[in-house]
């Protein structure tokens, strides 16, 4: 770390030891709302308050940078990795690579503790979560979709498909559903040749694709019955198979998986507080206890080995974790360095190819 | 003749026996892994530079500065012609090596690859992929991974039949770490470079497989070439189509090694410098690669595409395999140093694709998945340019651990190396040999015998006479020097004619000797072959035969026991090396 960059830090530290008693300003957090907030609330927020005394308060996100734009600023976002390197290329986020981070609860050093590539210069992992395609079991009586490609097919498996309304994690299906290794994808995807290859495959469904914005859409759009087949986050479609008469079964074949990061942005109000809590809320505790309650890869070791079984409901969480064994057999990682550096070009790509959608269509 | 002996055979104690083969394994593990480890590092390396230079696919798609792009693709192939075209002046014959040097050396006994000459193909090589010139990886490899066996032959103070299992050890190594397939390694040793199955070469030779494949898991490990999801043949009359791929596939490879051949003829008739011509060859190419990027480098990328339903229309297939078959003559015949191993796999790939997608439309048939036919297309145009039918097949089996892949594979090899051969050779390797006189279809004796030439049986016992000399003077000489014929040479020492005792000795006193030159006397140049010597020799009777030197000046006489004897000591050697077990 270049001396210079702890400037910002040690002028922080000061702003906030000059201040007196935290609390009276709340902690501006922007975290992704439902079930999975309301786990945060429980696990990390209301402790993390008792502690501190200092109160937290949600701003509805549901992924981009563009967050970092608001006035004011968040202190504190739970952002994708991808998208926390490409604005920390971008300077829009602070650094937080000085955070000294406590130790597992096995006494492993948090460097060791933490899963590779969990740390970087602005973001600290604290979830591996895998966005899978899930169905809605009521609506295959005969053979059930198994295989990414099986979103792809509208003629086996009829019906709508509830997909996000991103280039990201699409292209990886449409290109794993025409037989491009898993390992090969982002190679490919370089390509021009692969990248037409990826939106023609989707261009193949695009009249039955519901796009969806928010995580907690494609629960109920599957629950309800407008579709069929969805992609969404692993830790949702658990949540919503909790309750026991649930139709949603997930098809982990192509699962892809992201670290899932704490940034506090170039523009954050009480950064300090914002590190403080980004210390609390990554000890091996809190994160065994959300892997518990939300079915998501905790990002220390120590806190995989203590994951036991959820405190409600009493089943096994452990084959519901994506980095786990039965799971990740043809799970992709998410090639997040690729991403930093095309996501603006790719995203272009993707409205352009949304909006001339007629043209792309007549093409096939 | 003056080649280096092997240590003389001692007598067999058990003890001597396995410290012979110790030695030689131990020479086959360290030219194993250090051969490993070169490799990875050489590939590796292509890898970084075409990262840094804009060259991968991946690096172009990351850099958001589309000019930045574009410059790179016209500017950095042509640079790096430049720079490849000066390595080459340092380069004894002022070329890279290929692997037909690395067979020849073996093939012909002389052992001994050159340290430096490899070093440099190396190095040119790595310029040459790393800029994005369209040639292949595996043939610098190759050599790279000989040059290092055969100078730790020399560190290890062995004989040439060592040197030349030293040499294959390095190979096997290289190819094994580079395609993740030791067995591969094993055979291509053995199919290309050693062409026997000695057992006393093939202990040492898998040693060195196997160490290099380890050692390659260990120390820089790279991603294997390609990966295959899954590949079943639909239907077993499809075998039917494998083979007549195979047999098409035989023809595109053919088409493709005489592009290489006659590009590299042409390249020597242009007006353009040699040390120049690489980056004329990449300015072309760079400025093909704006309009048809998939051309550039070795093709990876498009290789892998090749196995996928739907990249490319059938208009594409053609038009980007034609161009890479092109562009890889075009690259190599204008001298940038590289294999036209993985070229040939690309180029091979999109023809099986091609011929899987044009058969299924025109039998509007549902054949098995594209992938497979572009594996068969992919092993039957490598498969007749190296020379290696087994080796490519078993590539297939270690790469994808796909049994069906590999029978279907195997199918449409079986034809294509015969058929190919017909019309071009055993390899484009033997072919670059014959050209530049090795001719090894003729069997490995002949090529061996072609390497020596007559000046060295020289013997200077013969009887010379003046050409004015008269049969008595000529009778006397012959008699004297308990001889039976004598060779006419002038004051200045140019050879004018045989005679006979057995002519001379019907003649007068008087008479001049020159009137019974014997018209069907064999004379020789020095520097003509031994091969050439004993195919003269057929039809000749007498004792030897006068050896001339460039101006016809005789330098001495090569008689007919020396030369059966230098063709049983050869054939000795070989049985030694080829069927010895130890």
């Known amino acids: 770390m270049r001396p210079l960059d702890r400037l910002p830090t040690i002028g922080l530290l000061a702003i906030f030891l000059a201040a007196p008693a935290a609390g009276e300003e709340p902690l501006r957090i922007a975290t992704w709302g439902g079930a999975y907030e309301r786990v945060q609330r429980e696990v990390l927020f209301e402790p993390f308050r008792e502690r501190t005394g200092i109160a937290i308060e949600t701003i509805a996100y549901n992924g981009g940078t563009e967050i970092l734009e608001n006035d004011p600023a968040p202190d504190i976002v739970d952002m994708a990795m991808s998208e926390s390197l490409a604005a920390c290329a971008d300077d829009r986020l602070q650094s937080i690579q000085a955070l000294e981070l406590p130790p597992g609860s096995d006494g492993t050093p948090a460097d060791m503790d933490f899963i590779g590539g969990a740390r970087h210069r602005c973001a600290l992992t604290h979830t591996v979560y895998a966005t899978v395609i899930a169905y809605d079991a009521r609506a295959f009586s005969g053979q059930r979709p198994s295989r990414v490609a099986h979103l792809f097919d509208t003629e086996a498996f009829p019906g709508q498909r509830a997909l996000r309304k991103t280039p990201a994690d699409n292209m990886e299906w449409a290109l794993l559903a025409s037989g491009v290794p898993r390992q090969e994808l982002y190679d490919l995807l370089s390509t021009p040749r692969g990248l037409e290859l990826a939106f023609r495959r989707l261009g193949g469904i695009r009249e039955s694709i519901i796009w969806w914005e928010e995580g907690g859409e494609p629960v109920r759009l599957l629950e309800s019955g407008r579709a069929v087949m969805a992609s969404g986050y692993n830790g949702r479609f658990f949540n919503a198979q909790l309750d026991p008469d649930s139709n949603i079964e997930i098809i982990w074949d192509g699962q892809i998986q992201e670290y899932q990061t704490w940034v506090i942005p170039a523009g954050a109000g ?59 057999a043809n799970a992709v990682a998410k090639d997040i360095d690729w991403y930093a550096h095309t996501i603006e070009r790719i995203r272009e790509r993707f409205r352009d190819w949304l909006e001339s959608g007629d043209a792309a269509s007549a093409d096939q | 003749m003056t080649e280096e002996r092997e240590p003389p055979p001692r007598r067999r104690d058990p003890g001597d026996l396995l410290r012979r083969v110790l030695i030689v394994v131990v020479l086959g593990a360290v030219a194993g892994v250090a051969s490993a480890v070169l490799a990875n590092a050489f590939v590796a390396a292509i890898g970084w530079l075409n990262d840094l230079l804009l060259i991968s696919p991946r690096s172009r798609m990351m850099e958001s500065r589309a000019w930045l792009v574009t410059l790179a693709i016209v500017a950095v192939p042509t640079l790096g012609g430049l720079v490849g075209g000066l390595l080459h002046r340092f380069i004894p014959d002022g070329r890279a090596h290929s692997p037909a040097d690395l067979i020849a050396a073996v093939q012909t006994r002389k052992g001994r690859l050159p340290l430096r000459t490899g070093l440099l193909t190396g190095l040119s090589s790595l310029v040459s992929l790393g800029s994005g ?379 001049p000797a020159q009137r019974w030159c014997d018209p069907n006397a064999l004379s020789m140049r020095e520097d003509e072959t031994v091969w050439e010597a004993m195919n003269a020799m057929r039809h000749f009777v007498g004792e030897g035969m006068a050896v001339l030197d460039a101006e016809g000046r005789l330098v001495g006489t090569v008689y007919e026991s020396d030369l059966i004897n230098a063709y049983l000591e050869l054939l000795e050697q070989m049985r030694k090396e080829e069927h010895a077990t130890a």
């Open chain 1, 270 to 328: 009480r950064a300090q507080a914002a590190r403080e809590f980004i210390r609390f809320a990554t000890r091996t505790g809190p994160l065994t206890a959300l892997a518990e309650r939300l079915a998501y890869g905790p990002a220390r070791h120590s806190a995989e080995a203590q994951v036991r079984r959820h405190p409600e409901a009493g089943i096994d969480m452990r084959p519901h974790i994506p980095t786990h064994a039965y799971n990740s």
């Open chain 2, 133 to 511: 010139a369209s040639v292949g990886q595996y043939g610098p490899l190759v050599h790279v991974g000989g040059t290092v066996g055969s100078a730790l032959a020399r560190l290890f103070r062995v004989g040439v039949t060592s040197d030349n299992i030293a040499i294959a050890c390095g190979v096997a190594a290289a190819i094994s770490t580079v395609f993740h397939a030791p067995i591969a390694g094993i055979l291509f040793a053995h199919e290309v470079v050693l062409r026997h199955f000695a057992l006393r070469a093939f202990a040492p030779v898998a040693v060195a497989s196997v160490l290099g494949h380890v050692t390659a898991q260990l120390i820089w490990p790279q991603p294997p070439l390609f990966q295959v999801t899954e590949a079943e043949v639909a239907h077993l009359w499809e075998f039917g189509l494998f083979i007549v791929l195979g047999i098409a596939s035989a023809g595109v490879a053919v088409a493709y090694m005489s592009a290489l051949l006659r590009m590299a003829r042409v390249a020597k008739r242009m007006k353009v410098p040699a040390v120049l011509r690489p980056a004329v060859a990449g300015l072309g190419l760079g400025l093909t690669a704006l309009w048809v990027p998939d051309i550039l480098g070795m093709g990876s990328e498009t290789l892998r595409l090749a196995f996928i339903e739907g990249a490319f229309t059938q208009w594409e297939l053609l038009l980007v395999m034609t161009l890479k078959l092109l562009a890889t003559a075009w690259c190599l015949g204008m001298g940038f140093a590289g294999g036209v191993f993985s070229p040939a796999l690309v180029i091979g790939s999109l023809f099986g694709a091609l011929f899987g997608s044009v058969v299924g439309s025109l039998l509007g048939l549902d054949l098995s998945a594209l992938v497979v036919y572009a594996v068969c297309g992919m092993v039957a145009v490598t498969a007749p340019v190296i020379g290696a039918p087994l080796t490519t097949v078993i590539i297939v089996l270690e790469l994808t651990a796909s049994y069906p892949l590999t029978i279907a594979a195997l199918a449409s090899v079986a034809l294509a190396n015969l058929i190919a051969s017909r019309y071009f050779g055993r390899s484009l390797f033997d072919r670059q040999l014959t050209e530049r006189g090795h001719d090894l279809s003729g069997g490995r004796s002949r090529a061996i015998l072609q390497t020596h030439a007559i000046g060295e049986l020289l013997s200077d016992e013969y009887v010379a006479v003046r050409p004015d000399a008269s049969a008595r003077e000529a009778r006397d000489a012959i008699v004297a020097a308990a001889s039976a014929e004598a060779y006419l040479v002038d004051a200045r020492g140019y050879y004018a004619g045989t005679v006979h005792l057995h002519e001379l000795l019907s003649a007068d006193d008087s008479e």
